[in-house]
T-cell receptor, first 111, second 116 residues
Framework: TQLLEQSPQFLSIQEGENLTVYCNSS?????LQWYRQEPGEGPVLLVT?????EVKKLKRLTFQFGDARKDSSLHITAAQPGDTGLYLC???????????FGSGTKLNVKP | DADVTQTPRNRITKTGKRIMLECSQT?????MYWYRQDPGLGLQLIYY???????NKGEISDGYSVSRQAQAKFSLSLESAIPNQTALYFC???????????????FGAGSRLTVL
């Protein structure tokens, strides 16, 4: 079993639609990060959230860290084909400095 | 040049062969990691190292070994490769960012390994 569960696993939408990806756990994390990975490349950091209830915006992307620091969500407004990729959440536990990754959400935005 | 360089990028080998994947970084980070990625499973931690004399097992270390030859170099070995080790392998580095308390991972481009 994985420490972080992501949903949905796959998402195929039309350009202009909105979507939300969820990252849930029963464990508490000191910080949570979102990465995006494109084919043939390694994951690239999008955002880090460290405070319970924190909301961060990156252009059309909105990230939220749950109040209890056990879950997070990524919301994309008006998705574009350039948003296509694999989205991964990763949590860091206190004192260990290791990252635990979710299973990923594969997003396809059709023109 | 990339901040984190992995070699080889692609490798096909046979069951029982010894394989080494190499990673070098120019970030100056102390911490280095090896992850394995399988479809539907995200990234799983194999080994990590916080400095040259510090090596730690991750979630799936069985069948793998590592060597931290220098601060900038961290290699992953499969002593006797088996087909279920076919996967995409990533090396990553990190440092602790000032103020946020959150480490950030910088990944290499990956090494795709196929074991026949």
């Amino acid at each position: 079993t994985q420490l972080l569960e992501q949903s949905p696993q796959f998402l195929s939408i039309q350009e202009g639609e909105n979507l939300t990806v969820y990252c849930n756990s029963s464990s508490v994390f000191s910080s949570l990060q979102w990465y995006r990975q494109e084919p043939g490349e390694g994951p690239v950091l999008l955002v880090t959230v460290v405070t319970g209830g924190e909301v961060k915006k990156l252009k059309r992307l909105t990230f939220q860290f749950g109040d209890a620091r056990k879950d997070s969500s990524l919301h994309i407004t008006a998705a574009q084909p350039g948003d296509t990729g694999l989205y991964l959440c990763a949590g860091a536990r206190y004192n260990f400095n290791k990252f635990y990754f979710g299973s990923g959400t594969k997003l396809n935005v059709k023109p | 040049d990339a901040d984190v360089t992995q070699t080889p990028r692609n490798r096909i080998t046979k069951t029982g062969k010894r394989i080494m994947l190499e990673c070098s970084q120019t970030k100056g980070h102390d911490r280095m990691y090896w992850y394995r990625q399988d479809p539907g499973l995200g990234l799983q931690l194999i080994y990590y190292s916080f400095d040259v004399k510090d090596i730690n097992k991750g979630e799936i270390s069985d069948g793998y070994s590592v060597s931290r030859q220098a601060q900038a170099k961290f290699s992953l070995s499969l002593e006797s490769a088996i087909p279920n080790q076919t996967a995409l392998y990533f090396c990553a580095t990190s440092e602790t960012r000032q103020g946020s308390g959150a480490n950030v991972l910088t990944f290499g481009a990956g090494s795709r390994l196929t074991v026949l």
